[in-house]
């Protein structure tokens, strides 16, 4: 795929990991099924649950990366049960490669997604992503493409504040802080 088409793709289509797939009927049949947000209990999704709770204008919040048990990278934590989706080579641009994406949902033109790489407290950028997805009016104060990045660059530093390490992500917790209802 040349340059402009690759661009042009990555702008036209939502994140897989936020709702939309494209599957064909005979695949809909065997749809996985993935862990419940609520019986996350890492921090990571204790992380996702606060920035919802301090942010009205985000609508799902993602973390994606590796886990400690190895193999490819999948959602670790989000708002949605989604737990442990495989990521898509967007997701992998982002937390391996260290790009950031921003894509209006085609699907769902009331919303806005930006996937960012996530760093750790020292400012070290980690092998994970954290992608969120805002409410969006086109014209609206704030919703155009600089307003919605200085937002989500705010939010993730708010959480990279938070990340002493990556293995922090992961660490246990006995039940959620939550101040938000999904």
């Given at each position: 795929?040349?340059?402009?088409?690759?661009?042009?793709?990555?702008?036209?289509?939502?994140?897989?990991?936020?709702?939309?797939?494209?599957?064909?009927?005979?695949?809909?049949?065997?749809?996985?099924?993935?862990?419940?947000?609520?019986?996350?209990?890492?921090?990571?999704q204790q992380l996702v649950y606060d920035l919802?709770?301090?942010?009205?204008?985000?609508?799902?919040?993602?973390?994606?990366?590796?886990?400690?048990?190895?193999g490819n990278g999948t959602i670790i934590a989000?708002?949605?049960?989604?737990?442990?989706?495989?990521?898509?080579?967007?997701?992998?641009?982002?937390?391996?490669?260290?790009?950031?994406?921003?894509?209006?949902?085609?699907?769902?033109?009331?919303?806005?997604?930006?996937?960012?790489?996530?760093?750790?407290?020292?400012?070290?950028?980690?092998?994970?992503?954290?992608?969120?997805?805002?409410?969006?009016?086109?014209?609206?104060?704030?919703?155009?493409?600089?307003?919605?990045?200085?937002?989500?660059?705010?939010?993730?530093?708010?959480?990279?504040?938070?990340?002493?390490?990556?293995?922090?992500?992961?660490?246990?917790?006995?039940?959620?802080?939550?101040?938000?209802?999904?």
């Amino acid at each position: 795929m040349t340059p402009i088409k690759t661009l042009l793709f990555a702008l036209a289509l939502p994140f897989t990991a936020f709702g939309a797939t494209i599957t064909s009927t005979s695949a809909a049949a065997a749809t996985p099924t993935y862990g419940a947000a609520a019986k996350n209990l890492i921090f990571a999704q204790q992380l996702v649950y606060d920035l919802l709770a301090k942010h009205s204008d985000l609508v799902i919040v993602g973390i994606h990366g590796i886990p400690p048990t190895g193999g490819n990278g999948t959602i670790i934590a989000i708002n949605l049960d989604r737990i442990g989706k495989p990521d898509d080579s967007d997701d992998d641009a982002v937390a391996v490669d260290h790009k950031t994406i921003m894509a209006p949902n085609v699907l769902e033109p009331s919303k806005f997604e930006i996937a960012t790489p996530l760093f750790d407290a020292a400012g070290n950028m980690l092998n994970f992503s954290i992608n969120m997805v805002f409410n969006y009016q086109a014209g609206r104060i704030g919703d155009d493409l600089l307003g919605l990045f200085t937002r989500a660059y705010a939010y993730r530093q708010e959480v990279s504040k938070r990340v002493i390490s990556s293995n922090i992500l992961f660490q246990p917790v006995s039940r959620f802080n939550i101040s938000y209802c999904g």
